[in-house]
DNA sequence: TGAGATCTATCAACT
DNA sequence: ATAGATCTCA
């Protein structure tokens, strides 16, 4: 039925059956949209409509009729996760080798982007990525050495905003500066920049941005790369900046009078109601640009749900018809309604752990679920700890995502900080790192001298040792000479060898061996050992790094002339050129070329590149079947046949922070649709009173979410147990929790037949109604921290507490039995 | 001057 | 709870 075989890249690759499967089971807006002509098209997809399936189906369909070329596509996800998941699927929809293709999140891309074409983008090949904690330590040495006030100007607020302008696609001078204040940042803007030009690393934000430009400026290069990727698909589209949707008209091309009506088709798949990066600048209204901007004709919905029974969507749907501005889409299914969705209350943090573990046993061996099928998802990171002790002590496996991941922990940034002077020397966050570590005599005031040394020379910290004299100085020189002695000793060898060699002859090993708590550290640097094997190994070798060889005749031929192609406008032309990297030595296994230029990286760039692009899982063990830990936003894109949402409070989902940003709470809601939307059969949620946080308890009262849930789709299996019920109408700016939960808390005990379930620890009796007449929402004055607003109150009598937020002094619990308030109308 | 001890601020999400 | 910053002693 579709010509097949058009595929060169694949010359063994078997004849797909000619009566594809392809298009089987789709319905019809599915294949409508699989199937829709070249051209641009947006999209809607809903929670569980099969988005991905399409987009993938969309590729494999595209490739199959002989309408693309791997070559020609381009498709961009924002983790490393969604592209993974694309890359799976369509490994295994296709008989033939995806590496062709340009898959993968938009720093992965831009990174591919800037080592193919690092000399027209003014970097070093070996260029290093700074992740979020090199960057603010990039910025704090800034600051130390132009004794910048950081009472005025905080690294990390000045972090945010430099992130900020990138994402805005604003270099320092494009920044509209009319306060003293922003003049500032704007300057401290321009010497992070210098600085980082100087040692040749990128944080996140260059890399969209310095690939942008690269494109913008370039026209060679712009053109080639518009004529190669005819076919661009956008996965969750909401979730793009203005950089980044500027970026995909770089490449879509053919803008005529600011309408881009053809060229390559664009693709965009999104979902409004799921747009949850609002905070790091994503854009909604990029949708609404697209379709004006690119003419868009065709939109597709999809609405039919194929994750969740009808109770958990309901949910779903009645939690969302609580934000405004919405594109407008309510999700179907055609599943019953399934069970109803379980709502529990904890006394404590770690009481609510133990009945998610309990309950999760219960799922396992009762009802058969498989334990990779059970996640637990949370709004922060810091709600994982009490739950994963409890998984530890009843002995379930299980795998958390996010946190402190692997690549971020304290012993393995120090390996990689060494193994990146290998690379470069120059990388002065990676030499400050390092340079003492593991203690080798040289300190604070040595390190001040380098500094000073190395700026009034204009050098990088390792070429200023030299200069610096008397002891210090030779031990700086030490410190370098030992670099170079193992940028030597590391010559030739695998990528394991060197890394092997780096981690002994840093000292590094040695200096853990003899600290007490250092047994874990050690263990974690012979896991990069295995994690640098496995990333040499396994399938997909340096996908994000560089492309393989690969044959790519079906493309216009993008020649060698591309690397020559003029510097790009809109950077310094007399900027100092940095030295050519270093090239792998002949014969190393695995260096690998890239398909463009045919220039090499060497396995320990392409790894590093990797590292620091995905951060990494912090369980070793992947791929068992383990319970699946994570946050909300790690959950995007996922499902699970049985999910818990842990901690649904006030002030942590929604989060107290949110709460102070324009469209917080709304951001917020739609964190809970996402999670919510996740449960294929079962869905949990729950609240608990009291939880540890900051090593201090707080009191917590339950989310508003719940009262946006359809009552008939619940069922509230807390115990009675005569605790919260008692002064929950006092705990409700947000209304109807005492009444109704009470009559459900009654109706419920004792279902399905597990009554263990309801073996929650006791809560301490409460007698009397507290008689403070406060309530949350309400406007207090104290007499030490002046206004302030009351978040959430607790116990009675003397040990009444409010939870009270007083701006410029914080949030703090007070005892009414001593804290004098007064209310303010 | 450097190393260890103590104090303090932080703690939302992802690449 | 934890890391980072500051302080004190050798």
């Not at 340009?102 to 070093?124: E, S």
Request: aromatic residues 8%; glycine residues 8%; negative net charge.
């Amino acid at each position: 039925m579709f010509p097949i075989d058009l595929l060169d890249a694949a010359p063994e690759g078997s004849p797909h059956p000619s009566s594809s499967p392809l298009l089987a089971h789709l319905n019809p807006e599915q294949l409508a949209a699989v199937t829709l002509p070249a051209g641009h098209a947006l999209i809607l997809a809903g929670a569980g409509s099969g988005k991905t399936r399409v987009l993938t189906t969309r590729i494999a369909w595209l490739l199959q009729t002989g309408q693309a070329t791997p070559g020609s596509i381009l498709a961009v996800t924002f983790t490393n996760k969604a592209a993974k998941e694309m890359l799976a699927r369509l490994s295994a929809m296709l008989p033939y080798n995806v590496r062709g293709m340009w898959i993968g999140t938009f720093h992965g891309l831009c990174n591919r982007l800037l080592r193919a074409h690092h000399q027209a983008a003014r970097l070093p090949q070996a260029f290093q990525i700074l992740d979020t904690q090199d960057q603010l330590s990039a910025i704090k040495r800034l600051c130390k050495q132009f004794n910048v006030d950081d009472e005025r100007f905080p690294p990390k607020q000045l972090m945010y905003f430099i992130a900020g302008c990138k994402e805005e696609g604003m270099r320092p001078g494009d920044v509209v500066a009319s306060d003293p204040d922003t003049r500032k940042k704007v300057e401290i803007y321009q010497l992070y920049e210098e600085q980082c030009q100087r040692e040749g690393v990128v944080d996140f934000g260059e890399l969209m941005l310095r690939s942008f430009e690269l494109l913008r400026d370039d026209e060679h290069l712009r053109h080639h790369y518009q004529r190669r990727f005819q076919h661009i698909l956008v996965d969750e589209f909401q979730d793009t900046n203005k950089l980044q949707y500027q970026w995909l008209k770089q490449l879509a091309g053919n803008e005529v009078g600011g309408r881009y009506v053809s060229g390559s088709s664009v693709i965009a798949v999104g979902d409004d109601d799921q747009s949850i990066y609002a905070f790091r600048g994503a854009r909604v209204g990029n949708m609404a640009d697209f379709i004006r901007e690119f003419d868009v004709r065709q939109q597709i919905k999809l609405e039919q749900n194929y994750r969740s029974y009808s109770n958990i969507l309901d949910c779903a749907n009645a939690l969302i018809s609580h934000n405004s501005n919405r594109l407008g889409k309510n999700l179907r299914t055609a599943q019953g309604p399934g069970e109803p969705v379980r709502i529990y209350e904890a006394p404590s943090d770690l009481a609510e752990a133990s009945w998610m573990v309990d309950e999760i046993k219960q799922l396992v061996k009762n009802d058969g679920y498989a334990r990779q099928e059970i996640a637990v998802l949370y709004r922060s990171n810091a709600q994982s700890r009490a739950i994963e002790s409890a998984l530890f002590n009843a002995a379930i496996p299980y795998r958390v995502y996010g946190g402190l991941r692997f690549f971020e922990r304290a012993e393995i940034k120090h390996a990689l900080a060494y193994l990146r002077l290998l690379e470069n020397p120059h990388d002065d966050t990676s030499f400050l790192r390092v340079v003492n570590f593991p203690p080798r005599g040289i300190g604070a005031r040595t390190i001040e001298v380098l500094q000073d040394t190395a700026r009034s020379s204009g050098t990088s910290l390792s070429d200023a040792v030299t200069a610096v004299g008397g002891a210090a100085g030779t031990k700086l020189q030490g410190f370098v000479a030992k670099i170079d002695v193992l940028r030597e000793q590391t010559q030739g060898k695998t990528l394991r060898e060197i890394i092997e060699t780096v981690e002994e002859e840093s000292g590094l090993l040695e200096h853990y061996r003899n600290e007490k708590e250092g047994a874990d550290r050690i263990e974690n640097l012979q896991e990069l050992v295995t994690a640098a094997e496995s990333f040499v190994t396994q399938e997909g070798f340096g996908r994000d790094a560089i492309a393989l060889p690969l044959d790519e005749q079906q493309n216009a031929r993008p020649g060698q002339d591309l690397t020559q192609s003029p510097a790009s406008q809109g950077l310094d032309p007399d900027a100092p050129l940095l030295d050519e990297p270093l090239r792998p030595p002949a014969g190393t296994a695995a260096a690998m070329v890239n398909a463009d230029t045919g220039e090499t990286l060497s396995p320990l760039a392409a790894f590093l590149t990797h590292a620091a692009l995905e951060a990494g899982d912090n369980q070793a063990q992947a791929g068992q079947d383990a319970v699946q830990l994570m946050t909300v936003h790690a959950s995007k894109g996922l499902e699970f046949d049985a999910v818990f949402i842990g901690g649904m409070e006030e002030g942590l989902f929604p989060h107290e922070n949110a709460m102070m940003d324009r469209g917080g709470l709304e951001e917020e809601r739609r964190l809970a649709y996402v999670a919510i939307t996740r449960a294929r059969k079962r869905l949990y949620l729950s609240h608990s009173q009291t939880r540890m946080l900051h090593g201090q308890t707080r009191y917590n009262v339950k989310s508003r979410f719940f009262d946006e849930l359809p009552e008939e789709a619940l069922k509230w299996i807390t115990p009675r147990q005569g605790g919260f019920g008692t002064f929950a109408p006092h705990s409700g700016a947000y209304g109807a929790y005492g009444s109704r939960a009470s009559g459900q808390l009654g109706s419920n005990s004792g279902w399905a037949g597990k009554p263990d379930v309801f073996a929650s620890p006791p809560v301490p009796p409460r007698k009397a109604e507290p008689s403070h007449g406060l309530k949350a929402g309400m406007n207090v004055f104290h007499n030490k921290f002046g206004e302030g607003k009351v978040l959430a109150l607790e116990g009675t009598g003397d040990d009444a507490r409010a939870q009270v937020s007083f701006g410029r002094h914080g949030t703090k619990w007070l005892a009414l039995s001593i804290a004098k308030l007064t209310i303010v109308e």
